[in-house]
T-cell receptor, first 112, second 114 residues
Framework: GAGVSQSPSNKVTEKGKDVELRCDPI?????LYWYRQSLGQGLEFLIY????????KSGLPSDRFSAERTGGSVSTLTIQRTQQEDSAVYLC??????????FGDGTRLSIL | QKEVEQNSGPLSVPEGAIASLNCTYS??????FFWYRQYSGKSPELIMF????GDKEDGRFTAQLNKASQYVSLLIRDSQPSDSATYLC??????????????FGSGTQLTVLP
């Protein structure tokens, strides 16, 4: 597709379960970013991938959060032992080097 | 002090008027500045970016950057009801603009009244 694709669009799960969120960036974009947006809040940076370099994980809120990017393309954000405060919209963005970021439609995560 | 600050609004303007949205940032080394528009329940959409001091115009939108004052603004001319949304200011915070992730303000909610 032409844009950043994220799946699932909505996810409802019970507290304590693990979840995986997927992001398929724009073709050719070497940079990939994950952000989180809580209700009524701005976006909070989580993690950044650039090519084959080590990812910048400085925004991950706890060790329950991890992400990987396979083959320089698709990325998966994993949240283990989910907590209610993890409820948010998780947004993925991609870009060319030093170019503006373009966002996917996000995954709305609800922890019961 | 937040790294990127915006007035949360809500800001209301009549249709056809100029809407002025403001943003200040804390890191003098920041070099890249972006405005995103976010409709309720939707993802952010890039509308403007600016790297150099001065004005940058694109259609009804003008971005203004003043690095000495650490201030960036967005003007929307001939505002339309379809411009009603939350506008997010985003900055590459970091030494000499080295950071690649964006730091976002909390957004300004704009309502254009018909």
């Amino acid at each position: 597709g032409a844009g950043v694709s994220q799946s699932p669009s909505n996810k409802v799960t019970e507290k304590g379960k693990d979840v995986e969120l997927r992001c398929d960036p724009i073709s050719g974009h070497t940079a990939l970013y994950w952000y989180r947006q809580s209700l009524g809040q701005g976006l909070e940076f989580l993690i950044y991938f650039q090519g084959n370099s080590a990812p910048d994980k400085s925004g991950l809120p706890s060790d329950r959060f991890s992400a990987e990017r396979t083959g320089g393309s698709v990325s998966t954000l994993t949240i283990q032992r989910t907590q209610q405060e993890d409820s948010a919209v998780y947004l993925c963005a991609s870009s060319l080097i030093n170019q503006p970021q373009h966002f996917g439609d996000g995954t709305r995560l609800s922890i019961l | 002090q937040k790294e990127v600050e915006q007035n949360s609004g809500p800001l209301s303007v009549p249709e056809g008027a100029i809407a002025s949205l403001n943003c200040t940032y804390s890191d003098r080394g920041s070099q890249s500045f972006f405005w995103y528009r976010q409709y309720s329940g939707k993802s952010p959409e890039l509308i403007m970016f600016i790297y150099s001091n001065g004005d940058k115009e694109d259609g009804r939108f003008t971005a203004q950057l003043n690095k000495a004052s650490q201030y960036v603004s967005l003007l929307i001319r001939d505002s339309q009801p379809s411009d009603s949304a939350t506008y997010l200011c985003a900055v590459n915070i970091g030494l000499s603009g080295s950071a690649r992730q964006l730091t976002f303000g909390s957004g300004t909610q704009l309502t254009v009244l018909p």
